[in-house]
């Protein structure tokens, strides 16, 4: 199903009631396939159909678990989600400008191609493990302490990206990087008080060698020894 059909679908008749029905159910909480299958089907992979799905514009979420869901190409309204958990969950190609998530959990998910412009990232502090970024738009996206683990960065739009202290541990950057800064710790001292202690970023085994790097900053004393620098020939690590 591209991404035409997939909103096209909840757009007419009772294709408008059960979009509703969906969203009003989510905002409940109740996110198993029971409740969620009285509205949709299952799509070819197992997961449950929730492909172009509209959300209210703002709406916020709290401790909802998605487990096994596609909603691809789906707009999420500039949600705000404080303490959820996306396990195994599809999110290709969603419309999710300026959304906002806080301590939450995404494990095994796919954000490819997402539109994460204006988007706030770890507040309070984030999970994301096993996860795809590939062809992010992360533009104006403010990073506070996600921990970010076999993540897949490639050809992500980062550009003048600021990631606060985001951990980042087995992670991939592809493509251009461009006035972007890596730190250590945060910058300053009532950060810590204003959004929690931070674990510091060691950048263990991050992969540079099919990025191109331009303004990259690396601060607050960063272990560099276990990055996979740029292979094009242009780049040396100097100790000190």
Known sequence: MDKKTARYRW????????NRA???????GRTSKHHLLKNTTMTEEGLVDLRGLTFDIGIELEWAQFQDMDFSYS???RGIF?????????LKEIDSNRWNERDCK????????SDLRNAGVGIHGSTYLHVNFQDVNFFSASFIRPQFTDCDFSDARLRG?????????????????EHVWF??????????????????????????????????MYTG????????????????????
């Open 11 to 18: 757009t007419l008749g009772e294709g408008i009631k059960h």
């Open 22 to 28: 969906l969203v009003e159910t989510l905002r409940k």
């Open 75 to 77: 707009n999420f309204g």
């Open 82 to 90: 404080r303490h959820c958990t996306f396990e195994n969950v599809l």
């Open 106 to 113: 995404f494990i095994a998910v796919d954000f490819y191609k």
């Open 161 to 177: 990206i600021d990631f606060f202290v985001s951990n980042f541990v087995n992670c991939k950057f592809r493509g251009k990087l």
């Open 183 to 216: 730190r250590k710790y945060y910058p300053l001292r009532s950060d810590e008080q204003t959004f929690g202690k931070a674990v510091p970023n060691e950048m263990h085994n991050v992969d540079f060698s099919e990025a191109e790097l331009w303004d990259v």
């Open 221 to 240: 004393g960063l272990d560099l020894t276990q990055v996979i620098l740029p292979q094009d020939g242009s780049h040396i690590l100097l100790h000190h």
